[in-house]
């Protein structure tokens, strides 16, 4: 199995940027889409992106077209969400998980077996 770690969380402006990663351990070696997920207090768990094993195919909730970008470096075993003109909306903990295929993941958060601890993103007004 695969063990995710979430970093790059923290507090910034609105309109700010961050960047987070998400650095996987474990058995690499077999082909693993990622995806990325976030969960406000009181809130389900949200699809936000997610990207194929090999970085070619790629997909976003709406709200985030245009304003994040989801890649990954297989060489690092390391998956990145680069967040801009963040939003007090997009306040939430944000987590990454896994699925062993090649192909873009499904958006449903019940279909990935791994997941990471979370890292909490907070954007001021």
Known sequence: QVQLVES?????????????????????????????FRQAPGKERDFVAAISWSGAYTNYTDSVKGRFTISRDNAKNT??????????????VYYCAAIYRYGLPTNQAHDYPYWGQGTQVTVSS
Do not use: H, I
Request: charged share 10%.
């Open 8 to 36: 790059g969380g923290g507090l910034v402006q609105a309109g700010g940027s961050l960047r987070l990663s998400c650095a996987a351990s474990g058995r690499t070696f077999s082909p693993y889409a990622m995806g990325w």
């Open 79 to 92: 998956v990145y969400l680069q967040m801009n003109s963040l939003k007090p909306e997009d306040t939430a």
